[in-house]
């Protein structure tokens, strides 16, 4: 029950993280573009501050849950005297997985920081590259997300 508990609070978090990335990129950008640049900019570093801060904390809920599940699965194989051989699905997610985490960690840590001083400066040039820098790096995660889900659902 608690295997399955912990499955439904990864997926859960998944799909807010990989959602928000497609809301964010698909709806929420092309519908601001209209906007003037400070209002624009204003606007997306106040959505970014809510939705990076929501994402961080699902990514670590995606990391332990899924760390906890694959550790779990290898210490009952174990216990029943079989070698533990993780699933070549479960591997591509993990790395992935982290691959995500650590681009989500350059975006949220680096880029957004920029964003967010260039945004305080009226520094709309700067704020702009911030913004399209942050646009190409979540585009990037957005696709290994969807990745990983066809991975799972195609392999598992």
Do not use: Y
């Amino acid at each position: 029950m608690i295997f399955s508990a912990l499955k439904l609070i990864h997926v859960l978090a998944v799909i807010l993280w990989v959602g928000g990335m497609a809301f964010a990129h698909f709806f929420l950008r092309p519908s601001v573009q209209a906007l003037e640049p400070p209002v624009r900019l204003r606007l997306l570093q106040a959505v970014m501050k809510r939705f990076f801060s929501v994402v961080l904390w699902a990514s670590l809920v995606v990391l332990a849950t899924g760390l906890w599940m694959i550790g779990r699965t290898a210490k009952e194989t174990v216990q029943a005297g079989l070698a533990f051989n993780m699933p070549l699905d479960w591997t591509i997610m993990a790395t992935l997985g982290i691959v995500m985490i650590l681009i989500f960690g350059h975006i949220r840590f680096a880029l957004f920081r920029r964003l967010t001083r260039a945004v305080a400066a009226s520094d709309w040039p700067a704020a702009g590259a911030a913004m399209a820098s942050i646009r190409s790096w979540v585009f990037v995660n957005l696709c290994i997300g969807i990745v990983i889900v066809c991975v799972t659902l195609l392999m598992g």
